[in-house]
Every structure is written in structure tokens, then in C-alpha cells.
């Protein structure tokens, strides 16, 4: 591409390459990434690291990546879900000769892809890099993954809150992903390891892995808000949301990939994958909500607001605002609880939009009202719902 010289002629550019360009349509999302590649298999993906992602947005500099590909004779298919391409260093010369207009601006908000670029060339002019790794990804329709660059790219995006939990399809993911040993964040091939056991401990030089996972850690690629603690690296998998103010303790916390909290929250137990907790609320020591998989019938567990799980308590339904689940109580979508007529009023009135009759009812029936607790007589074992009197608050300096 000619250098551009004002942003006049940047936009022309655009709907020429637009205009122009058969089949042209925007991405839902885009970024450039850099992989890593198999030990063993030198053209395998073993992980995509996105240092910018573009999420229904910026659609002037998808379009100069694809003009830039163009002229290093990369054809793009629109017609696919998705796109991953190889870029050089004569697609990056292309790319700043595009945004000159906005050089001088690069590294404000409104054009982090130029300081991704202007980054990567200057990188690649004073160290190189192997072929293959770095390349430029594109989706255009949120269908089923087909390869790691895109799986990591909506991964990118549900942990930095582009899209919310359960927004973006990720079926084929763990097709897509390979099983590979993590060694201080960087992924080795079991193959290689296997192959080359035998000289590398000879060698001393077998890496220390940290665990075996087809997903990385939330922290290997997140930089998390100011007052968001996770105090085990291990407990928080890429792809989960951390709202600010979200603490995540160790010992029997987790939060899996495309879960997570909207608000801060206090996590000491697990959150299962399709799992969200909103703000206020307390996830007590070795509570567990259950994901689509174990046990809910494949309804998704929300958690309202300032709502208490107590400790190795289970939750296999959604709850509104302001309730309690008392420790060591497990109540799944067909557990039979009793309200007593006295408690009847005092729910509806939290929740006037739902009609309550009877005194037994299956825990579904009751999913998503607010101010419920669950308790179970510990004479009787009979397991109760009354309308809920305590306030739940966290500690607003630790959060």
C-alpha cells in the first residue's frame, strides 16, 4: 500500500478495499497473535497469545489486514467462519503505511492495532522470528471453532468481559486445543516429551511442569483489575470473567472457563463452567455450583446479588437476590422443600411477579426467586425455604 497522508484518505482506503474487495464483510472479531509451535510438529498451534483483541469493532483496521494480506497474494475467504493467516514483515509495511494519519497517535486508545503493529515490526526488524509465528486471525460468525487462534481469540474475549459469560458459541474448543504439559506458561507437546525422555533426563534438562491442561490459566494472559486477588494461580482457568472486586481464595475455589462473577465477589468454592455469581455475594469455603453437566439438567446456574452459598454447600438451580444456602445443603433441580404457609406471604412479597401454592415443591419450581433460605432441620433432616432475614455484605476493604 501507498503511505497515506490524512485520515481523509484513510477512510476513502477503506471503502475502496471494501467496495472492492469480493465478498468483503466485517469480522465479528479479529487480532494478530503470537504461537507457539509444537517441539515435534513445527507447524502444530499450541497456543495463540493475543496482545490486542478487536471485538465488533475497529473495522478499518480489519480492513487493511486483509488489503495487506492481498498484496502478499494471501486470498481470504469471507464465505468461512473463520480465518487464520501467516503475516511477515512486508504485511506489517503495508500496515503503517496505511496509518500514518494515526501514527503520531498510536499509542492512545483509539489505535492500540497500530502499536500492535508498530510494535511487532520493530520486533521483527531487530530480532526476527520463525516462520509461522505470528499470524492474523479473523471470525466472522460465531459458529463452532475450528482452530486454536480462534478458540483463544473468544477465550480473549470472554475473559476480558467483550462478550458476556455464555455469549459466544464454543463448541469445537476442545477438539480445537491440544493437550499439551504447561512449563512456567509455556506449552510443550506430550509427543516431544515422550520422544525425548530418555536424553533429556539424561541431560538434566527435563522442564518442571506445572500441569497438564488443554486450557492455560487465566493469569498467563490476563491482567486483572487493581482490587481482583487470585491467590493461586491454578484456581482461575482462561477463559472465566473476573469482575473487579472479585477474590478468589485457594484451597477448594476454581472458576472454569466461560464462568465467572459480575460483580465483586468473595470465591472460596467452585464455579463450574456456565456458572455466574453476581455482585455482593459470598461463595463460601468448598461450595459448589454445579455447570450443565453435573447435575442441573442442562440449565445454567446463575447467582443473584449479596446471595450466601455456605461452606460444601450445592447449588444445582439459579437464585435471585439475597439468599442463603446453609453449609453442608445440597439442593438440586428435583429436591422436594417445604414452606410453611406463615413463610408463603413473606416470599411473594420479594417476588410478586411469581405465584406460590402449596407447601412442597421441587427446588426448580422455586429457581430464581429472591430472599429465599435453605435450611434442613437437623432433627428431621427435612429441608426447608423461608424468607430470608440476613443482610449479605462483604467487607468492602477487601474487595
Keep these: 500500500m501507498e503511505i497515506i497522508q490524512t485520515a481523509d484518505a484513510f477512510k476513502a482506503l477503506i471503502e475502496d478495499i471494501k467496495s472492492t ?10 487480532g494478530i497473535c503470537r504461537v507457539d509451535l509444537g517441539q515435534l510438529n513445527v507447524d502444530k498451534t ?26 502478499q497474494g494471501v486470498h481470504v475467504d469471507f464465505t468461512q467462519s473463520e480465518s487464520v493467516h501467516n503475516i511477515n514483515l512486508d504485511f506489517l509495511k503495508s500496515c503503517l503505511a496505511a ?47 475450528e482452530s486454536v487462534e480462534a478458540t483463544y481469540l473468544k477465550l480473549y474475549a470472554l475473559s476480558q468481559a467483550k462478550v458476556q459469560i455464555r455469549g459466544v458459541n464454543l463448541n469445537g474448543a476442545f477438539g480445537a486445543l ?8 509455556s506449552p510443550i507437546e506430550l509427543e516431544y516429551l515422550r520422544e525425548f525422555e530418555i536424553e533429556l533426563k539424561i541431560a538434566n534438562e527435563y522442564p518442571h511442569i506445572d500441569f497438564v491442561d488443554k486450557f492455560p490459566r487465566l ?3 490476563i491482567i486483572p483489575a487493581d482490587n481482583t486477588r487470585v491467590l493461586d494461580t491454578s484456581k482461575v482457568r482462561f477463559g472465566a470473567q473476573l469482575a473487579a472486586g472479585t477474590t478468589v481464595m485457594p484451597g477448594a475455589s476454581y472458576i472454569n472457563f466461560n464462568a465467572g462473577t ?14 455466574i455469581v453476581g455482585a455482593g455475594s459470598d461463595v463460601g469455603g468448598g461450595a459448589s455450583i454445579l455447570g450443565v453437566l453435573s447435575g442441573t439438567d442442562g440449565n445454567p446456574v446463575s447467582i443473584g446479588k449479596n446471595t450466601l452459598l455456605g461452606a460444601n454447600s450445592t447449588c444445582g438451580i439459579p437464585m435471585g437476590d439475597g439468599c ?30 411469581r405465584a406460590l401454592e402449596g407447601e412442597i415443591f421441587k427446588a426448580k419450581d422455586l ?21 430470608s432475614t440476613r443482610e449479605i455484605v462483604l467487607n468492602a476493604d477487601l474487595h
Excluded at 50 to 65: D, R, V
Excluded at 103 to 111: I, L, Q, T
Excluded at 333 to 346: H, M, R, S
Excluded at 367 to 387: C, D, K, P, Y
Design 21 to 30: 474487495t469480493d465478498g468483503y464483510r466485517d469480522p465479528l472479531a479479529f
Design 46 to 71: 499450541l497456543q495463540a497469545t493475543y496482545p490486542l483483541i478487536n471485538w465488533n469493532e475497529n473495522f478499518g483496521s480489519a480492513a487493511i489486514f486483509v488489503k495487506a494480506l492481498q498484496e
Design 99 to 145: 496509518f500514518t494519519p494515526y501514527s503520531d497517535e498510536a499509542y492512545g486508545d483509539a489505535h492500540k492495532n497500530i502499536q500492535v503493529v508498530s510494535a511487532l515490526y520493530t520486533q521483527l526488524i531487530n530480532n526476527g522470528s520463525l516462520e509461522g509465528e505470528f499470524k492474523v486471525t479473523f471470525i466472522y460468525d460465531d459458529a463452532p471453532l
Design 178 to 185: 491440544p493437550n499439551v504439559a504447561w512449563s512456567n506458561g
Design 219 to 221: 493469569l498467563q494472559h
Design 262 to 275: 459480575t460483580g465483586p465477589v468473595m470465591v472460596e468454592g467452585r464455579i463450574s463452567s456456565s456458572a
Design 324 to 353: 442463603i444456602l446453609d453449609a453442608g445443603l445440597a439442593i438440586l433441580e428435583g429436591t422436594k422443600v417445604k414452606i410453611y404457609p406463615k413463610d408463603i406471604a413473606k416470599i411473594q412479597e420479594a417476588n410478586q411477579n
Design 367 to 387: 429457581a430464581g426467586l429472591n430472599g429465599l433460605h435453605f435450611r434442613q432441620n437437623s432433627q428431621t433432616g427435612e429441608i426447608t425455604v423461608s424468607r
